[in-house]
T-cell receptor
Framework: GQSLEQPSEVTAVEGAIVQINCTYQ??????LSWYQQHDGGAPTFLSY????GLEETGRFSSFLSRSDSYGYLLLQELQMKDSASYFC????????????FGKGTRLSVIA | DAGVIQSPRHEVTEMGQEVTLRCKPI?????LFWYRQTMMRGLELLIY????????DSGMPEDRFSAKMPNASFSTLKIQPSEPRDSAVYFC????????????FGSGTRLTVV
């Protein structure tokens, strides 16, 4: 089976840094993905980690620790437009199983 | 590329009626996924196809739900008869190379059953 835990809500100040954590219990874990979803919109792909360590893409970075079954999404230089829900998702069995999503973290960026 | 195209964007129907949701994946993508999103249950996988073949439909909640993919460019999700608890946003997504390159989601169909 698969289960993911992430905080339901996070609030941060514009220009600051925020970290959204995700822990998972996944048989045959293969990789951890992150998606962003604005209200009324579709989930959009942000990042994917299969190996331990940090992956950086612009203001967003994603980290994975396979031994701790833990990952996080780091957002730097927060902007108002970053207010959205962020989902972690896992795939298993050499990536042959479809993504299973966490419940999402709603990020509110305030001035 | 127009992305993944879903229709209709919104559907309001009466309980007991048949509902058909449609999806056109990105050309060249060989995997197609149907997800349902609600506040209570989040994003749930209903069914997915590889090369037009249904691989796993264990997420389909009941026999009232069925999905088809007659060719590489079209898929339908049908609910018959519909019930108020089916109210949700239904997303179709496609992928060419698996999770590591990301899924592309359509804009979704917001279904309301009254």
């Amino acid at each position: 089976g698969q289960s993911l835990e992430q905080p339901s809500e996070v609030t941060a100040v514009e220009g600051a840094i925020v970290q959204i954590n995700c822990t998972y219990q996944t048989s045959g874990f293969y990789g951890l993905s992150w998606y962003q979803q604005h209200d009324g919109g579709a989930p959009t792909f942000l990042s994917y980690n299969a190996l331990d360590g940090l992956e950086e893409t612009g203001r967003f970075s994603s980290f994975l620790s396979r031994s701790d079954s833990y990952g996080y999404l780091l957002l730097q230089e927060l902007q108002m437009k970053d207010s959205a829900s962020y989902f972690c998702a896992v795939t298993a069995n050499s990536g042959n199983t479809p993504l299973v999503f966490g419940k999402g973290t709603r990020l509110s960026v305030i001035a | 590329d127009a992305g993944v195209i879903q229709s209709p964007r919104h559907e309001v129907t009466e309980m007991g009626q048949e509902v058909t949701l449609r999806c056109k994946p990105i050309s060249g993508h060989n995997s197609l996924f149907w997800y349902r999103q609600t506040m209570m249950r989040g994003l749930e996988l209903l069914i997915y196809f590889n090369n037009n073949v249904p691989i796993d439909d264990s997420g389909m909640p009941e026999d009232r739900f069925s999905a088809k993919m007659p060719n590489a460019s079209f898929s339908t999700l049908k609910i018959q008869p519909s019930e108020p608890r089916d109210s949700a946003v239904y997303f179709c997504a496609s992928s060419s190379r698996g999770a590591n390159y990301g899924y592309t989601f359509g804009s979704g169909t917001r279904l309301t059953v009254v």
